[in-house]
């Protein structure tokens, strides 16, 4: 995959109306950038309710390079699973899936072996899963996010492991984390270096945990970052176009 991603995790926030004008916001400030050749992606993952309309906006822009994603799938691609939504069935609007978000680790339960049958299901239906890896606490032994590493790729077929994105999103560098510490840029990337050579460097690895105009320039200067997940930052169109401005501008200088 080249370029680098910006993916907005806009979580559990946005009715339809507000969706609407957020992407449309972002897509209108985007014509005003003067960002040219970038290889640039940006996937948007609003909730599933606002898919749909997030969909037709983001067609209607000809900007090939906006994705959708979702926030979360089932297991199985259909069956009696009241109340879920598949990966095939957000196939019709989205190419990217995040998957084993801290917070469904945390609130819902989701353990290491449901999310590699989510994986599993996502790359089968030819949806490309974003797996979020956690770090509870700074400095946490490198076997704790190796071994969610090698759970999740667990009878993942080889050819698959290339489609595959990683996200490493240390719990306590989340904006809303009760204990928020800093994630320094050089920290990211160290652990980011481990979890590429665990994966024989086939595997994009981003970046989240408070990534906002504040801290982009620093953590963009690091080249192992292959993107970022953007949370809170991602809901405020001017945080996030600024976001993109300083990622994009990036991407060119080395094309
Ligand atoms: P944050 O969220 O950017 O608000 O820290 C990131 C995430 O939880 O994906």
Request: hydrophobic share 40%.
């Amino acid at each position: 995959m080249k370029g680098k991603f910006v993916v907005a995790n806009w979580k559990m926030n946005c009715n339809i109306s507000e969706a609407k004008a957020l992407v449309s916001e972002i897509i209108e400030s985007y014509k005003k950038l003067k960002i040219v050749n970038c290889k640039l992606k940006i996937v948007l993952c609003p909730p599933f309710t606002a898919l749909q309309s997030v969909s037709l906006i983001i067609r209607s822009s000809d900007y090939s390079f906006i994705h959708l994603g979702a926030q979360n799938c089932h297991f199985m691609p259909c069956g009696a699973y009241t109340g879920e939504i598949s990966p095939k069935m957000l196939k019709d609007f989205c190419d990217f899936v995040i998957l084993g978000h801290s917070e469904r680790r945390k609130f819902f339960g989701e353990t290491d072996e449901l999310i590699n049958k989510k994986i599993r299901t996502v790359l089968d239906v030819g949806l490309c899963p974003i797996v979020c890896i956690d770090e509870y606490k700074k400095g946490e032994k490198s076997e704790i996010i190796f071994n969610q590493v090698e759970k999740a790729i667990q009878d993942v077929k080889e050819k698959d492991l290339e489609k595959i994105i990683f996200a490493y999103e240390p719990i306590w560098a989340i904006s809303t984390s009760a204990d928020r510490q800093d994630c320094e840029p050089s920290y990211a990337s160290k652990i980011i270096k481990e979890i590429k050579e665990l994966l024989h460097n086939k595997t994009p690895v981003f970046y989240g945990g408070s990534v906002d105009v504040s801290n982009i320039s620093a953590f963009v200067n690091e080249q192992m970052l292959d993107g970022f997940l953007v949370g809170g930052a991602s809901l405020k169109p001017k945080s996030f176009i600024k976001i993109i401005e300083t990622v994009g501008a990036k991407d060119v200088s080395k094309s």
